[in-house]
């Protein structure tokens, strides 16, 4: 196991900067899950890290070692690849022990690694099969066991779940948290599903545009978001955002004045966030009412997309069992004390 930290970061192709001074310590046996949209430079950073991608300007340190100009094999990690990157004519035994062809240990040693790898990742009756015999969840495990054989310090993952269906994906989120917590290695994990990052890291790391957006524990980044974009990007259904304005004292929402205790010049433009979670349909009187234009049954709840005037559309956590009618004119409350405040820049006021 070892540390990872990232010291003033950058990465630029030409004259195009793609990465901004990314500053981040991962401590030993961390799991750490970066997190964005497609083009935000999460990737990148796992490349630069592996040694897959040169440093422009800063510094990696694996341990307590500099690493920039190491090449992958000196730096004792392992990466795991989207597209699983095992060998199709190769058992998985062989697949698993590829990572050992280099080693010094006696063949005996070889094969006893082997072993313990692939029974923790429940893969010993499968040890003589070809990939092509393996379903999906089962051809990543090989991968994850080619790259725990070696015992390396960091583990580095890209987007290892993507391939997989909705279930095997579940299935492989909790086999990969299981595994974390036997074994104990450092993880840095990219995924551009915040799901995964919410139920799988320590911290979380969100990323746009090559900034580092917010660092936190799942509870920091849901409950206490930096700033609007963080806010929209982490959690499903997105929260629903309302432009407002502090005047004379009262909070002026979507047609609502609210009486709120805010230490702001008089005047503040601002964005309102309120989470799915924290607006329900109800029979009696709320914050909102307004009119039902979609309805997204999910079993033990239905969400519920209402049109509440002033161009605003929210959508509303309502009953499962019961749901309202398509159409229907509903009221909404409000758990205002879980209302996020944002200044006009987008900043999380506290």
């Known amino acids: 196991m070892a540390t990872v930290t990232l010291r003033n970061l950058v990465k630029a192709y030409g004259k195009t900067e793609v990465l901004h001074s990314i500053n981040l310590d991962v401590a030993n046996g961390e799991f750490v899950v970066f997190v964005g949209p497609s ?20 510094e990696i340190l694996i341990g307590d070692k500099v690493v920039n100009h190491l090449e992958p094999k000196q730096r004792n990690i392992a990466m795991v690849f989207q597209n699983y990157a095992i060998y199709p004519h190769l058992t998985v035994r062989k697949n698993i022990g590829f990572g050992l062809r280099t080693s010094k240990m ?63 994906r579940t299935q492989m989120r909790l086999e990969i948290k299981k595994l974390h917590q036997r074994v104990g290695n450092t993880i840095i994990f990219v995924t551009h599903d915040q799901v995964e990052a919410m139920t799988m890291a320590d911290r979380i790391v969100i990323m746009k545009d090559g900034h580092i957006q917010q660092i936190g524990t799942p509870a920091e980044v849901f409950h206490r978001p930096a700033n609007t974009f963080v806010a929209q990007f982490i959690g499903a259904p997105s929260m629903n955002m309302l432009d407002a304005r502090w005047q ?49 049954p999910l079993g033990t709840e239905t969400l519920a997309y209402v049109d509440i005037g002033n161009g605003y559309e929210v959508i509303a956590k309502a009953s499962g069992r019961m749901p309202p009618k398509l159409g229907a004119h509903v009221d909404l409350v409000a758990d205002l004390a879980n209302m996020h405040l944002f200044d006009q820049n987008g900043k999380a006021i506290s």
């Open 248 to 296: 004379g004292g009262r909070l002026h929402l979507a047609g609502q004045d609210l009486t709120a205790d805010l230490n702001l010049p008089d005047g503040s433009a601002l964005t309102v966030g309120i989470r799915p979670d924290d607006l329900i349909v109800s029979e009696t009187p709320g914050l909102f009412s307004g009119t039902i234009n979609v309805l997204e």
């Open 106 to 168: 006696s063949k005996a040693d070889k094969e006893k690694r082997i072993d313990e790898v692939a029974g923790l990742l429940s893969m010993t009756d499968y040890l003589e099969r070809k990939p092509a015999q393996l379903s999906g969840g089962q051809r990543q495990r090989v991968a994850i066991g080619r790259a725990m054989v070696r015992d390396p310090s960091v583990f580095l993952f890209d987007e290892p779940l993507s391939n997989l269906d909705a279930q095997l």
């Open 39 to 58: 083009g935000c430079g999460k990737s990148t950073t796992l490349r630069m890290i592996a040694g897959l991608e040169e440093v422009t300007s800063g």
